[in-house]
């Protein structure tokens, strides 16, 4: 029994000696090198390349552009705030959007100067079935009667002929507001130095200045 342990010892030691020199790495698949420091010393790429650096010496990534804009402006207002951006900005550096606002009238009837004769007024609308509503929230026509509200000139009018049709007397074209043009200009893309270039502007019209897109430059 002595000599079988003896053999078995004697056996395994061969066993360790023969993988601890890489004879048995075929054999059993796992070198006894493959995680020691010189074999990843002797992969490395060009090591005498690699440079420790300090932290001050590393360089910030520079932050992402923005939009910025200014507006709305005028069509008369226009050339004046262009004119600002070309002393900061190459031409094309910006971009113009344009916005069209229809205007806005009404078919309207009134202002009545007692409460008598707007009610027989309104008994007479509704004895010839003619939708309408007291206006409200403009105390330039109140009391009065409205009935619709337009975009377009052209519709208030068919509007009122339509009523003079139902024998509507005194019914007229009220214009409440004028149709629009703004302009709003954009720089898309202003990096950190065209922030500051656009930062000493200030001869835009209205003493009004750039500020990020989106933002009170709605026309």
């Not at 923005?66 to 910006?94: H, K, M």
């Not at 000139?153 to 409440?176: G, I, N, T, W, Y």
């Amino acid at each position: 029994m002595l000599r079988g342990l003896l053999a078995a010892l004697l056996l395994a030691n061969l066993m360790f000696f023969s993988w601890s020199r890489g004879w048995l790495d075929d054999v059993v698949g796992l070198s006894p090198q493959r995680d020691r420091e010189p074999q990843r010393l002797a992969a490395q790429i060009a090591p005498e390349a690699l440079q420790i650096l300090p932290p001050a010496t590393l360089t910030r990534r520079a932050p992402p552009p923005v939009c910025l804009e200014a507006g709305p402006f005028t069509p008369a207002e226009l050339p004046q705030a262009e004119s600002a951006l070309r002393r900061a900005l190459p031409e094309g550096g910006w971009a113009l959007l344009t916005r069209e606002r229809p205007g806005s009238w009404m078919a309207y009837m009134g202002r009545y100067n007692s409460k008598v004769t707007m009610q027989r007024r309104a008994e007479e609308l509704r004895r010839r079935e003619v939708a309408f509503e007291e206006v409200r929230n403009l105390p330039d026509y109140e009391p009065g009667f409205i009935f619709g509200r337009y975009n377009r000139e052209a519709d208030a009018r068919e509007s009122v002929r339509r009523l003079q049709e139902q024998k509507v007397r005194f019914a007229r074209v009220v214009r409440l507001e004028p149709p629009s043009t703004s302009h709003v200009l954009r720089v898309p893309k202003a990096d950190p130095a065209t922030q500051e270039r656009l930062t000493q502007i200030d001869d835009l019209p209205q003493g009004r200045k750039l500020q990020p897109c989106g933002r009170d430059s709605r026309p």
